[in-house]
């Protein structure tokens, strides 16, 4: 696979809105845990090797441990590895990411509101929305591990 262009060469301007994003996302309401958690679960459905590899990682050096990342794409199937917040945050990432079958539905989002507030679940949503993008631009351009966009 040859690399395409880089974006912050080609469109700097949208780098830097994505960035923004990032930015935003670094404040928000929902922990660093949360956020890795929905980077890695949303770049796996994706099939982004490049976030997964980062994200993973940054995980594990915010204190994630290895069994949960290991056993994160078949969450569904586990008993006591992740709560019950996260599991309903899980189930949000895989609604949003794969929204073309049916987006959010009412079920998970009626479930969202007994862990978290609208303010949380707007951050939680725009987090899964951020990585979806960087998946995007990021498989698009081809960009490998181990490559910057800088």
Known sequence: MQKRFNIKTVAPNALKAMIGLETYLAQCSIS?????LIKIRASQINGCAFCVNIHTQDAVKNGETNQRIFLLSVWKETENIFTDEEKVVLAITEEITLIHQNG????????????????QIADIITAIITIN???RVILSTHLMIGETLA
Do not use: C, G
């Open 104 to 119: 959010l539905s009412d079920e998970t989002y009626a479930n969202a509101l007994q862990f978290f507030s609208e303010t």
């Open 32 to 36: 660093k845990t949360t956020k890795e």
């Open 133 to 135: 993008l960087w998946n």
